[in-house]
């Protein structure tokens, strides 16, 4: 499956709204600081991570890269260099 890196966007920002335990805080501008501004925590991580792998087909995230990962722009980052490497990313 192909995707776009707007529709990749825009698809890990709903699934990050959703499983926030505080969706409140997502700033109106700029990333959202995944513990800071929506209060996840360390199982809701998890769930979050689950739910982006299974989404988009992704193996699970190494412990390495997940520590990188603090803001939903970070989320975007990897989600997007994940798929450019699987050459399932297109244009748009």
Known sequence: MA????????TILGIIRQLAPDAE???SEGPAHL???????????????FA?????DLPPID???GRKIATSDDVI????????????????
């Open 3 to 10: 995707y776009t890196e707007s529709g990749v966007r825009a």
């Open 25 to 27: 805080g997502f700033p």
């Open 35 to 49: 513990v800071n501004d929506l209060g996840y925590h360390s199982l809701a991580l998890l769930e979050l991570a």
């Open 52 to 56: 982006i792998e299974d989404d988009f």
């Open 63 to 65: 412990e390495e890269a």
């Open 77 to 92: 980052a990897y989600v997007v260099g994940q798929l450019r490497q699987q050459n399932e990313l297109v244009a748009g």
